[in-house]
Structures are given as C-alpha cells and as structure tokens.
C-alpha cells in the first residue's frame, strides 16, 4: 500500500531561517500529496496540496514540489517565524479514501 | 467552510468504562474518519464510514467500535477503556475530492 517517510524532528531554527522538511512516498500511480500542519492545542489543517507530478503547492511562504522522479514532496520555506512553530505532516490518500500520514515533524522557531 | 465538530476538547475516563466520542460534520459529506495520533506514531486510522450504517476498518481497529446512525454524525466508541488508549482522537470529513477536513481533537486520558 502507499506510504510515507517524512523527516524525524524535533527541528529547532531561528526566526529568519530557511526551513526544510524532507518527505518521499511510495504509491501505485500518482496520486495527490499533501502537507497538513497542526498548531500547538488544534486539529489539523490543510496547508497545501498538489495534484499531478511537477506541480508546486504554495500558501502562507510555503512550498512543495511534486517530483516523480525522486518520489519526494520535500516542505519549504525561505523565511521562518515564530509563527510557524506547529507539527507538519506529510501524507496521501490510501486506497479507500483515507489518508496515510508521516510521522510528523515538530517545528519550534526561536525569537 | 467546512466545520467538523468534536464533542469535546479533554476528556478524562476510567480504566473499563465506556467512552463515547462524537464527531459532527456539517457538509452533507459522505465520507468520515476517526484517526488516533501519538508522538512518533504520526496518524493511524481507526475506523471510516463512506455512508450511513457502513463502516469500515482502518488500521487499528482492536478494543474501537463506530456508529453512524445519521449521514452527519460519526461516534467513536471505547467498549471497555485502558491506559493504552490514551491519545488524541482526530476526526475528519471528506466529500468527492481530497483534502480531508479535520476537527479540533479530543485528548482523552484514561487512568
């Protein structure tokens, strides 16, 4: 079944910094990938998604490449804040709809 | 937007009683999912349901039943609760197309 390796944290950083988060998948086909990002106390939320290879999903700063080729959808950012302190998941869908998720990757980012 | 509602934020239960968690979705969404989440674990599904009265087994299913009495309400049910069912309940929601939707969680402690 499709799955998911996404790099192990905690990852610490200072404001400012440049922020990558490393996510490869194994899956039959091409399915669509997606990073979920969870606020300390919250559910998840969608941060952004792509749904064919090549594409690039972006939101708040944030963006991830669809790259076949290397099965990976690789999280980043050019600028961190304090903001972004949150847990970050990988993940895409199984084969009945639902999701499989990362592990999970801890962001603190330092005034 | 959509809003998927879980009954409450903190629950605290004893080891062998029954516990009920209630999720409610507001979207007429067939789809729903109840996801158990621990650190290191990333998101496991527990049960889904893709319509009213079906369900279906995730990954974990064992010492979980569901019931999905009514299309917008999906309730995760506890049978005899132990200490290893300590964890943050996430349910989530989902129509024709991904993303999935989630709720804020439920910490549950069982002592």
């Known amino acids: 079944g499709n799955s998911v390796t996404q790099m192990e944290g905690p990852v610490t950083l200072s404001e400012e910094a440049f922020l990558t988060i490393n996510c490869t998948y194994t899956?039959?086909?091409?399915?669509?990938l997606f990073w979920y990002v969870q606020y300390p106390g919250e559910g998840l939320q969608l941060l952004l998604k792509a749904t064919k290879a090549d594409d690039k999903g972006s939101n708040k700063g944030f963006e991830a490449t669809y790259r076949k080729e290397t099965t990976s959808f690789h999280l980043e950012k050019g600028s961190v804040q304090v903001s972004d302190s949150a847990v970050y998941f990988c993940?895409?869908?199984?084969?009945?709809?639902?999701?499989?998720f990362g592990s999970g990757t801890q962001l603190t980012v330092l005034p | 937007d959509v809003k998927v509602t879980q009954s409450s934020r903190y629950l605290v239960k004893r080891t062998g009683e029954k516990v009920f968690l209630e999720c409610v979705q507001d979207m007429d969404h067939e789809n729903m999912f109840w996801y158990r989440q621990d650190p290191g674990l990333g998101l496991r599904l527990i049960y889904f349901?893709?319509?009213?009265?079906?369900?279906e087994k995730g990954d974990i299913p064992e010492g979980y039943s569901v019931s999905r009495e009514k299309k917008e309400r999906f309730s995760l049910i506890l049978e005899s609760a132990s200490t290893n069912q300590t964890s943050m309940y996430l349910c989530?929601?989902?129509?024709?197309?991904?993303?999935?939707?989630f709720g804020d969680g439920t910490r549950l402690s069982i002592l």
């Open positions: 899956a039959t086909g091409y399915p669509s």
């Open positions: 989530a929601s989902l129509g024709d197309y991904q993303p999935q939707h």
């Open positions: 349901s893709y319509d009213v009265k079906m369900k």
């Open positions: 993940a895409l869908p199984g084969s009945a709809r639902q999701l499989t």
